[in-house]
């Protein structure tokens, strides 16, 4: 079974009421890729069919249509000047008559300089121009982007428990969990699994633990976890939150059908007995220091990651204190 294209891209082409803007929320480069290709090949087909075999066809799937600017790098971030491409191209007339596309697969990587170069082309729209952005975290984005943009989320593949099991040789149970943290988005479950995420998740289940019970400032030991992954730890970050976010979920609705990593549901019992003001304080300082990692890529992670458990154990003692 193929990807779905999204309803909402199926319905603007069948009445042509296409918006300027769509942003799809939650999705891998991969499943932007993906979800967009059967969207623009029906646009740019000169039978509106999507046929395959036409010009503008041929050309949208060897990416070499005049009138498609992909903007996508190997570096951490897509810089202003990759952006300010963009202007140029959506200003002057179609090469082919019709529309003119720009696809940003992991749009959320933009610096905020190369955002606020987007936002003049999203406040003043041309006619007959479509930008297609993607983005794992829309929180990297700025809200003025956000609010311009049709925002949609992934589709989901019907096989996509039985490819996950093959590709990365996974029990039942563990390709189950994968689907479940990444809300049925097959690409983000496959982005997981090439990032470890079974790893990640033990490590970073031991650091909070350590938050949580912690009776003194002392983070030697719960850095040690983090920086484990250095090279990785904006996904290291991320594996913790969706954790906490299983835990918060079981504290206050006591609903365990409602839990994602179903296998440690022990653990995260466990943790739902810590108090709220801890879980929320932990998981919305990490969600700060994830920020920061995004949009500053030159600060020193370790000094940052020390900050931000100091001050996650400030108000776990301050609440030990008061309960005492």
Do not use: W
Request: aromatic share 6%; glycine share 8%.
């Amino acid at each position: 079974m193929g990807y779905c294209m999204n309803e909402a891209l199926e319905n603007a082409l069948k009445t042509g009421k296409i918006a300027g803007a769509y942003l799809i929320e939650g999705a891998t480069g991969e499943a932007v890729r993906a979800e967009s290709d059967g969207f623009l090949q029906r646009l740019f087909c000169t039978k509106g069919t999507g046929c395959g075999a036409c010009g503008g066809c041929l050309k949208y799937g060897s990416r070499n249509h005049a009138d498609l600017l992909f903007i996508e790098t190997e570096a951490k971030t897509i810089k202003v000047d990759e952006v300010r491409s963009i202007l140029p191209f959506v200003y002057n007339k179609s090469y082919e008559g019709g529309y003119k596309a720009v696809l940003i697969p992991e749009a959320d990587r933009m610096t905020d300089q190369a955002q606020n170069a987007l936002l003049k082309v999203l406040e003043e729209p041309p006619a007959d121009t479509v930008l297609l952005l993607g983005a794992q975290d829309a929180k990297n984005l700025l809200p003025t982007i956000r609010s311009r943009c049709i925002i949609l989320k992934t589709q989901t593949l019907g096989d996509a428990e039985q490819r996950l099991m093959e590709e990365f040789s996974l029990s039942t149970l563990k390709a189950r969990v994968l689907l479940a943290v990444a809300n049925g988005d097959y690409y983000l479950a496959k982005k997981y699994a090439q990032q470890g995420y079974f790893e990640l998740r033990d490590d970073m289940i031991l650091a909070l633990n350590r938050l949580f019970v912690a009776k003194s400032m002392a983070t030697s030991a719960t850095e040690k976890l983090f920086l484990a992954h250095e090279q990785q730890l904006a996904e290291a970050i991320a594996t913790a939150l969706l954790y906490l976010r299983d835990v918060l979920v079981l504290r206050h609705t006591g609903d365990a059908s409602r839990v994602a990593n179903t296998d440690k549901l022990a653990e995260i019992e466990k943790h739902a007995m810590v108090p709220d003001v801890v879980l929320v304080n932990t998981a919305e300082l990490l969600n700060g220091l994830a920020v920061k990692l995004a949009q500053c890529p030159g600060l020193n992670k370790k000094l940052v990651l020390t900050g931000t458990l100091f001050d996650i154990l400030e108000v776990r003692l301050k609440t030990l204190r008061a309960g005492a």
